[in-house]
């Protein structure tokens, strides 16, 4: 089963609008982080934002927030005000504590930021 | 700025013929990973280094090592490599123990495979 499922291969969102990339996740492990990773057309892996399983609020860098439900086990990310920078693979990825420290990614998400 | 450089960004090797990536940090992490990835896939972890404790993953083909000398270095040897070997290779950093936040990685620019 994946443990990491991103369902929308593709997306486009018009400059200055808000758009929401989706992450559902598996785990049994209690205890467990999630980030977003955004990957320019260059190859380089940036990281964006974090969220750990006993995080009571979602957490918020700048213009990424993540809206993280425990329950139903998903971890979106919200970007507001899009640039045309934005345009780019992102990716979903989970460590679970009791793995150490591998990292487990969706198949990502590329974003279009359309004039 | 503190950060993870890959060297060299583009690689081409020759099918069969050994060669070597590296990756440097002046993040004084203790832990360093090497993720394979493929043309339009997510990024696989092929191995990792917790201090000098090499940690390989399961379905790690034999044919990919690594050396780690000190802190700052790591080196990915490809032995003999294929043409299924071509693909992105990402370096990437944490700080982990007692005291620190053990998440985030922070990855380098990675180094562009291709096997002729």
């Known amino acids: 089963a994946q443990k990491i499922t991103q369902t929308q291969p593709g997306m486009f969102v018009q400059e200055k609008e808000a758009v929401t990339l989706d992450c559902t996740y598996d785990?049994?492990?209690?205890?467990?982080?999630l980030f977003w990773y955004k990957q320019p057309s260059s190859g380089e892996m940036i990281f964006l934002i974090y969220?750990?399983?006993?995080?009571?609020q979602n957490a918020t860098e700048g213009r990424y927030s993540l809206n993280f439900q425990k329950a139903r086990k998903s971890a979106n990310l919200v970007i507001s005000a899009s640039q045309l920078g934005d345009s780019a693979m992102y990716f979903c990825?989970?460590?679970?504590?009791?793995?150490?420290?591998?990292?487990?990614f969706g198949q990502g998400t590329e974003l279009s930021v359309k004039p | 700025d503190a950060m993870v450089i890959q060297n060299p960004r583009y690689q081409v090797t020759q099918f069969g013929k050994p060669v070597t990536l590296s990756c440097s940090q002046t993040?004084?992490?203790?832990?360093m990973y090497w993720y394979q990835q493929k043309s339009s896939q997510a990024p696989k972890l092929l191995f990792h280094?917790?201090?000098?404790?090499?940690?390989n993953e399961a379905d790690t083909p034999d044919n990919f090592q690594s050396r780690r000398p000190n802190t700052s270095f790591c080196f990915l040897d490809i032995r003999s490599p294929g043409l299924g070997d071509a693909a992105m290779y990402l370096c990437?950093?944490?700080?982990?123990?007692?005291?620190?936040?053990?998440?985030?990685?922070?990855f380098g620019p990675g180094t562009r495979l291709t096997v002729l």
């Open positions: 990437a950093t944490s700080r982990e123990g007692q005291g620190f936040r053990t998440d985030t990685q922070y």
């Open positions: 785990t049994s492990d209690p205890s467990y982080g």
């Open positions: 969220q750990g399983s006993y995080d009571q």
């Open positions: 990825a989970m460590r679970e504590d009791n793995q150490g420290g591998k990292l487990i």
């Open positions: 993040l004084n992490h203790n832990v």
């Open positions: 280094y917790y201090d000098k404790d090499f940690n």
